[in-house]
Every structure is written in structure tokens, then in C-alpha cells.
């Protein structure tokens, strides 16, 4: 059996005769951005997260790096947040101006330990960007009242956590704003780049149409120095299409999750993932831990199931950042994440044989039924499987 990690073929199938006529619409008007779709899309995934506005930009990163500058970030700011996160994290508030500043994870959820925070904050310190990383929302309430106190703007990074709730409240709405990113495999994905900024303050929400459309109100009248991050009409009228299928698909992910999670829980050398009870967790990701990741790994692959591993190196650990200070060490929990979580395939569409399918994989592999078979002869996994 092939498994993807992530295969978007067969959620298109399903929604073709949807998409396709309106991107016909869209081409038939040639109104290619910052029309119809667009602003009804911003009004919906308003709507949708909790929050009073929503300004569409031309990816995560760029909703990111217009939400840290509408919040005032410039040069010498510092920006507390994860190293644990996808690159593009650190990437915004350094196009911002500013430098990041990273604290270690808490390893339970791989999301920012607040606990770190205060120890973090210098007289430069200006924001804190919480990464609810993998559809887990980081733990807000202690984020929140030490941004209170120091007087600090909140920035969630909530490119994977479309859906996901913090006690309740829906990512997106739990900070001064928020960042989405609608990369194609996102739980809600684009044909293409896309992103959004959610803010319930009017002021942010201007200031990113103004960043995002090269500083202006007025065309031709450029009140900032600034940039073109335009979500097009295309991707706007494809998002429309998929975001009333989002909650089903999160659940979706959800029941997957659980099934793995039941499947995997007496192998004392997997560790599955944990949803606190704060947390809807929306699973963009289901990540596993363990010490042998990167022979089952190279197992799994071998039996046909692709896995990934988000990410293999800290973001503090790139060469792009060695001028930030950060050595091998600096955060242990982030480190050692890094060196043992593995993704299994997570998408709405999995079937139950496949999930059984992958468990039953890693069961073998963690059982050491390892022998060697012909060549060409199925797996004692395959048989089991096929057998039913
Ligand atoms: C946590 C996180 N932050 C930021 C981004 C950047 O989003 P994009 O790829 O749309 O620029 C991503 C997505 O890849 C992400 O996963």
C-alpha cells in the first residue's frame, strides 16, 4: 500500500464541479485582485475565526510580516517567539525590522513553554508571535496577562491552526491579530499562495490593506513605503468554495488522530500526540515522537508510507541565523524535539485501511519483525491487510 503524507488529489475530485465554475466566473470578469472574492472571503473567514476583520495577503509569511509592522514592529524591536516553527516564522519579524528572540517549547505539545517568556523580555522586547504549531493552540492566558503587563503587542502565527480553539476561542482571535497562511496543504489550503491577517482592531486591519497594496488608500497615493502581498481573485474564490468544508475536515483530522493514537498507545516507544484541555486541536500535523525516528523512518518508507518531519533543524540552528547568538544547546526541549518527531499521513480523506495500514507498520517495526523477505513478495504487513 502507498500512503502520501498528504494527498490533496482526492479533495479535489470531490470538489471540482464546485471550483471550476468559479474560477471560470473570475476569469470571465478579469477582475484579477482585491475584487469580489477577495472581500467577501475576508468577511467569511472574519466571521469564521471571531474576529471583527480580515485582511486577505499574498501568504503566511506576508501576513505575518504586514501584522508585525501594522503592530508597530521596526528596527532594534525585539519579538519573543519559538524556534520550533516553520522558517518563515522568524523570517516575518526579521522583514519586519525586527530581531527574534527565542525561548524553548514546552515538549508535551511543541508549542512556546510561557513559563520562558518573562526571563526573555528586554527594555527593546515589543511583541511576543505564539506559534500553535502543528492545529494546537499555544496555552494564551499566561501569554496574554505577561503582554499585559509589559505592555507588549501579541502576533499569533496561526498558519497551521484554521479551526483549532484556545478555551473556546478560535485561533486567530486570541491576539492584537493573527496570521494565516492558505499554502496548499494548510487544513485550509489555496491553488496556489495565499494568507490572511485577522485583528479586531480597525487600525491594524487599515494598516495591512495599506501594506499590502503598496501603502496606499488611494491608487497612486502612496502614504507608507511598503509592498504588493495581494491575495488574487483566484485563490479568494477557491477558498470560498473549501471554507465552508473546513469544520468537517477537522473533524475528520481529528477522528484520524484519535484512531492512530488508540492504535499506537501500548508502544512504549512511540510517544502520540497530546491535546490539552485547553486545546481543539485541528491536527494540521500528527506527529509522533521517538528516539528510533529516523530508522522508522526509512521503515515506513520502505512499506510504502511517506512520513515528514516538521522541522529536522531549530530555526536557531540555521546558517541564516547565525548572527543571532543561538548554539547547539541554547534550547534543549526545541533540540530534542527536532531529532525525534516524525509526521504520519494526516488529511481529511485517509481511509481507516490506511491508518491501519501505517499503525500496523510501525507496530512491526517497534516488534522487530524485521525479517528479510523476497524480493517482490509482499510484506507480513501487506498480508495481514490484505487478509482484512
Ligand atoms: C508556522 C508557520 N508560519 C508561517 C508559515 C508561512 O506561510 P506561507 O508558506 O503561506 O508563507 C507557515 C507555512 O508554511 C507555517 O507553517
Known amino acids: 500500500m502507498v500512503i502520501e503524507l498528504v494527498d490533496l488529489k482526492r479533495q479535489y475530485q470531490v470538489l471540482r464541479e464546485e471550483i471550476m465554475p468559479r474560477i471560470e466566473q473570475v476569469f470571465a470578469g478579469m477582475n484579477l485582485f482585491l475584487g469580489e472574492n477577495v472581500y467577501r472571503l475576508e468577511e467569511e473567514f472574519a466571521s469564521y475565526c471571531g474576529t471583527r476583520h480580515a485582511v486577505g495577503v499574498g501568504s503566511g509569511t506576508d501576513a505575518l510580516h504586514l501584522a508585525l509592522r501594522a503592530v508597530g514592529i ?3 524591536d525585539e519579538v519573543i517567539t519559538v524556534s520550533h516553527t516553520f522558517f518563515a516564522t522568524a523570517e516575518a ?9 527565542f525561548v524553548d517549547i514546552d515538549p508535551a505539545t511543541y508549542t512556546m513553554a510561557p ?5 526573555a523580555i528586554t527594555p527593546r522586547t515589543r511583541a511576543i508571535v505564539p506559534v500553535h504549531l502543528y492545529g494546537h493552540t499555544v496555552d494564551m492566558d499566561p501569554v496574554i496577562s505577561i503582554s499585559r503587563k509589559y505592555g507588549l503587542s501579541v502576533v499569533e502565527d496561526a498558519c497551521q491552526a484554521h479551526g483549532a480553539e484556545y478555551k473556546g476561542v478560535k485561533a486567530g482571535a486570541l491576539g492584537d491579530a493573527a496570521a494565516f497562511s492558505f499554502y496548499y496543504s494548510k487544513n485550509l489550503g489555496a491553488y496556489g499562495e495565499g494568507g490572511m491577517v485577522v485583528t479586531k482592531d480597525r487600525e491594524i486591519a487599515t494598516a495591512v490593506q495599506m501594506l499590502r497594496n503598496h501603502g496606499t488608500r488611494e491608487r497612486y497615493q502612496h502614504e507608507l513605503l511598503a509592498m504588493n502581498a495581494r491575495l488574487d481573485e483566484v485563490q479568494a474564490a477557491v477558498l ?6 473546513l469544520d468537517r475536515w477537522n473533524a475528520a483530522r481529528r477522528t484520524w488522530a484519535e484512531e492512530y493514537s488508540r492504535r499506537l498507545a501500548d508502544l512504549e516507544e512511540v510517544v502520540t500526540p497530546v491535546a490539552q484541555a485547553y486545546a481543539k486541536h485541528v491536527f494540521h500535523l500528527y506527529v509522533i515522537r521517538t528516539p528510533e525516528r529516523d530508522r522508522l523512518q526509512k521503515w515506513l518508507k520502505s512499506h510504502g508510507v511517506s512520513t515528514g518531519i516538521h522541522y529536522p533543524i531549530p530555526v536557531h540552528l540555521q546558517e541564516a541565523c547565525s548572527g543571532f547568538g543561538y548554539s547547539p544547546g541554547s534550547l534543549p526541549e526545541t533540540e530534542a524535539a527536532a531529532r525525534e518527531i516524525l509526521s504520519l499521513p494526516m488529511y481529511p480523506e485517509l481511509t481507516m485501511d490506511e491508518v491501519t495500514y501505517v499503525c500496523r507498520t ?3 517495526f517497534v516488534h522487530g519483525k524485521k525479517a528479510r523477505r523476497p524480493k517482490g513478495a509482499p510484506s507480513s504487513v501487506a498480508r495481514e491487510v490484505a487478509a482484512g
Open 93 to 101: 519579524i526579521v522583514l519586519a525590522g525586527g530581531r527574534p528572540v
Open 115 to 119: 513559563a520562558l517568556i518573562e526571563a
Open 74 to 76: 521596526g528596527p532594534g
Open 240 to 245: 470560498r468554495v473549501k471554507l465552508p468544508y
Open 362 to 364: 510501525i507496530r512491526d
